[in-house]
């Protein structure tokens, strides 16, 4: 896993252990096992957040782990061209290489730990795919994509696209030295990533050593997910067991704490997890397809702007594609509100 790594995480600065006797543990919530499905041109995809009430996850709408997986030569596979309005895409590319583009002239290639943060707002249209000499060769491929909602107020904005590369992060590590941290938006203990973000956020891959345990200062406010990218062990004080492609939901406090598992048996040493928490819009939420936005009416005039071309055109240099009216409105997210 080659996301962003040091040679020694003892010259990184440390976060220190919370005073257990001013900040509260969170319990674990509920532990829910993402399904398999496939997303795009048919590239596998584990539905993160699948199972997991839109309380829970507030401001968060929707997160895929794509892969792990390793293409033969002429697999991989990529996105047509489509449209997105009313919330942001991040994109975090743990193994592997994909190209972006947009109709607001966003766009280029991501790779093993870099991050695109796609601002949709008022409307945007987009691809993502493996550039052709991955086609050709195959490879191990892996990443994230989630999707952040934006409240009212800013679901019209002009669409924005930050290209953040992996050494850009912030890289911390805990007390004794156990563990990776990558804080790639927001704020952990006062070491801010590089991510801008409408809604306060905060985006973290953590690496633990076989048998390290970690205790995170957390925003009270936010809520706090971790997502199991590999490997296994567990979460919250009460140690509750985790392996890969699982999703863990904390309740109230200020602090979250995972632990490795002593000896680890997939493919990775290390236990690996993707921590994110944000302050919660708590407005309602329609979402249909690639559009979340607030009212039912909302989601119909996206479509209508959609079709009639106001959400943008593909730009004459653009990457290799499907026609745009292949591309299913409905798609594997929808219809949910």
């Known amino acids: 896993m080659p ?16 005073d257990p006797a001013v900040a509260r543990p969170r319990p674990v919530r509920s532990v829910t096992t ?19 009430s839109s309380a829970d996850l507030d401001p968060f709408i929707h997160m895929d782990q794509m892969g792990e ?40 290639r991501i790779t093993n730990g870099d991050t695109q943060w796609m601002t949709a707002g008022a409307g945007i249209l987009h691809i993502e795919a493996p550039p052709p000499e991955l086609v050709a060769s195959g490879g191990l491929f892996h990443g994230i994509q989630l999707w952040v ?17 992996g050494n850009q992060a912030a890289l911390v590590t805990t007390a004794d030295g156990g563990a990776l941290l990558r804080v790639i ?28 345990a970690i205790e995170l200062p957390w925003r009270p406010s936010f809520n706090a997910l971790a997502y199991v990218l590999a490997g296994r062990g567990s979460v919250g004080a009460e140690r509750r067991p985790v392996h890969v492609g699982q999703l863990a939901v904390y309740g ?17 040493t290390d236990f690996e997890v993707l921590l994110l928490g944000g302050q919660p819009i708590r407005e309602p939420v329609v979402h249909y397809g690639p559009f979340v936005m607030n009212t ?33 409105l409905a798609g594997p997210h929808s219809p949910a509100s």
Do not use: C
């Open 34 to 52: 993402a399904p398999r499905g496939l997303e795009g041109e048919g590239f596998p995809v584990r539905r993160a957040f699948a199972g997991v």
């Open 149 to 165: 909602n934006l409240p009212a107020a800013s679901k019209w904005n002009p669409p924005r696209y930050q290209d953040i590369r």
């Open 69 to 108: 997986v390793d293409y033969a030569p002429g697999e991989p596979k990529g996105t047509p061209w489509h449209p997105h309005r009313g919330f942001e895409t991040v994109t975090y590319i743990i193994d592997g290489t994909f190209d972006h583009q947009d109709s607001n002239g966003g766009g280029g």
């Open 296 to 328: 039912r009416e909302e989601i119909i005039q996206a479509m209508e702007d959609y079709q009639a071309g106001r959400l943008g055109s593909i730009p004459a240099s653009a990457m290799p594609h499907r026609r745009e009216g292949d591309v299913d």
């Open 252 to 268: 109230p406090g200020e602090v979250v704490s995972l632990a490795a598992a002593g000896n680890q048996d997939g493919p990775s």
């Open 185 to 212: 938006a927001g704020e952990l203990a006062g070491h801010v990533g590089p991510g801008i973000t409408f809604t306060p956020v905060t985006l973290v891959h953590a690496t633990l050593s076989p048998g390290a």
């Open 3 to 18: 996301a962003v790594s040091v040679e020694d995480v003892l010259v990184l600065p440390r976060i220190p252990t919370p």
